[in-house]
C-alpha cells in the first residue's frame, strides 16, 4: 500500500500460517467439520478457500442465507458468485445448503414492531411503519440487519451442532476494531481465520488466492438491506481508515502525531471506534 511499505504481507506465508492454524483447531477440538455462512462477499469467499486447504472438502458446509430469493434465481447475484465458488474450490454441492430466512425474520419484525404499543395505537403505529421499506429510517434499517445477523447465526450453529462441527466466522481486523458487527450476530463463531487482518490485507490475500475477480471487485457490503455498503455507512473508505488503525493500535502512534491532511477523515474514523467501544466491553459484570 502507498505510504505504508510495513502494512503489507507476504501471502505465501500468511496462507500458511493461516492454514496451519485451522488444522491445529481441529486437532485441538477433535472437530473435522466447519459450517461457515457465504454472503458473495470477500471476507466469506476468502474464509471459504481457505478452509478448503485445511479441512477435507466433504467436511465443509457452506451456507447461504439470504432474506428471500427472487423467483428466477438466476437473478440473485450474489447466490450466482457463491456458486461459482463452491464449484470452483471443488466442495461438495450436497453440502452446499440455500436456506431463506425470510419467515422467521418477518416474524421476529412483526414482534419488534409492535414493542411499547398495544391495542389501537398498535395497528395504528403498524400501518405507518414500515421496518423494511426503503424510506424506513437508519434506527429501524439497523434494527432489522441485526434480526438478519442474529437468525442467520441461529440457523449457522444449529447446522454445527448437526454435523457436528464448527461454525467459522469471516470477521476482519478493520470490522473487529471499528466495532462493525452485529453483536451475537455476524460476530458470533467458534473459528476467525481472518480477523487478525485489516480489510485492505484481506483483499491482498484474495488476490494472490485466485478469489474469483467478481467478488473482489463487489462493494463490501453485509447485505442487511437494499443498497448498504459498509463504506456508505461509515462515510470513509477502508483503505484510509485502515493505514489509521493500523497506525494508533499496531504502532500505538498518538492521534496528534498523525498527519490530518494525509488522512482527512481521521477524527471521523476515530470517533466511529469510540462510538462502538463499548461492544468490546460487554457483558457487564461483577465477574472479575
Given at each position: 500500500?502507498k505510504?505504508m511499505?510495513n502494512?503489507?504481507i507476504?501471502?505465501?506465508?500468511?496462507?500458511?500460517?493461516?492454514?496451519s492454524f485451522?488444522k491445529?483447531?481441529?486437532?485441538?477440538?477433535?472437530?473435522e467439520?466447519?459450517v461457515?455462512?457465504?454472503?458473495?462477499?470477500?471476507d466469506?469467499?476468502?474464509?471459504?478457500?481457505?478452509?478448503?486447504?485445511?479441512?477435507?472438502?466433504?467436511?465443509i458446509?457452506?451456507?447461504y442465507l439470504p432474506?428471500?430469493?427472487?423467483?428466477i434465481?438466476?437473478f440473485?447475484?450474489?447466490l450466482?458468485?457463491?456458486k461459482?465458488?463452491?464449484k470452483?474450490?471443488n466442495l461438495s454441492?450436497e453440502n452446499?445448503?440455500?436456506?431463506?430466512?425470510k419467515?422467521?425474520?418477518?416474524?421476529?419484525i412483526?414482534?419488534a414492531k409492535?414493542v411499547?404499543k398495544k391495542?389501537?395505537?398498535?395497528?395504528?403505529f403498524?400501518l405507518?411503519?414500515c421496518f423494511?421499506?426503503?424510506s424506513?429510517?437508519?434506527?429501524n434499517?439497523?434494527r432489522v440487519g441485526?434480526i438478519?445477523?442474529?437468525?442467520r447465526m441461529?440457523v449457522?450453529f444449529?447446522?454445527?451442532?448437526?454435523?457436528?462441527?464448527?461454525?467459522c466466522?469471516?470477521?476482519n481486523?478493520?470490522?473487529?476494531?471499528?466495532?462493525?458487527?452485529t453483536?451475537?450476530?455476524?460476530?458470533?463463531?467458534d473459528?476467525e481465520?481472518?480477523?487478525?487482518?485489516y480489510?485492505t490485507?484481506?483483499?491482498q490475500?484474495?488476490?494472490f488466492?485466485?478469489?474469483?475477480?467478481?467478488?473482489i471487485?463487489?462493494p463490501?457490503s453485509?447485505?442487511?438491506?437494499e443498497g448498504?455498503?459498509?463504506e456508505?455507512?461509515f462515510?470513509?473508505?477502508?483503505?484510509?481508515?485502515d493505514?489509521v488503525?493500523?497506525?494508533v493500535?499496531?504502532l500505538?502512534?498518538?492521534?496528534?502525531?498523525?498527519?490530518?491532511?494525509?488522512?482527512p477523515n481521521?477524527?471521523?474514523?476515530?470517533?466511529?471506534?469510540?462510538?462502538?467501544e463499548?461492544?468490546k466491553q460487554v457483558?457487564?459484570s461483577?465477574?472479575?
Open positions: 500500500m505510504n511499505p502494512f503489507d507476504y501471502p505465501k506465508k500468511e496462507t500458511k500460517k493461516i492454514i485451522l491445529s483447531i481441529q486437532k485441538k477440538t477433535k472437530k467439520k466447519v461457515i455462512g457465504i454472503s458473495g462477499g470477500i466469506s469467499a476468502l474464509s471459504l478457500t481457505l478452509l478448503s486447504k485445511a479441512y477435507k472438502k466433504s467436511n458446509f457452506p451456507v432474506y428471500a430469493l427472487p423467483i434465481k438466476s440473485d447475484k450474489n450466482k458468485k457463491t461459482n465458488l463452491v470452483k474450490l454441492e452446499f445448503l440455500i436456506i431463506e430466512i419467515k422467521p425474520v418477518d416474524k421476529l412483526d414482534i409492535g411499547g391495542g389501537l395505537d398498535r395497528f395504528i403498524e405507518k411503519e423494511t421499506c426503503p424506513a429510517d437508519y434506527t434499517k439497523i441485526n438478519l445477523a442474529r437468525v441461529i449457522l444449529d447446522i454445527a451442532k448437526k454435523v457436528d462441527g464448527l461454525v466466522g469471516t470477521e481486523r478493520s470490522e473487529a476494531l471499528l466495532g462493525y458487527y453483536r451475537y450476530g455476524d460476530q458470533a463463531s473459528i481465520p481472518i480477523a487478525h487482518l480489510k490485507q484481506v483483499y490475500l484474495a488476490k488466492l485466485k478469489i474469483p475477480k467478481e467478488i471487485d463487489s463490501a453485509a447485505n442487511l438491506w448498504q455498503t459498509d456508505g455507512e462515510g470513509f473508505k477502508y483503505s484510509e481508515a493505514q488503525l493500523h497506525q493500535f499496531d500505538k502512534k498518538p492521534l496528534n502525531k498523525i498527519d490530518r491532511k494525509k488522512f481521521l477524527k471521523k474514523i476515530f470517533q466511529y471506534y469510540k462510538n462502538n463499548f461492544k457483558p457487564y461483577l465477574l472479575k
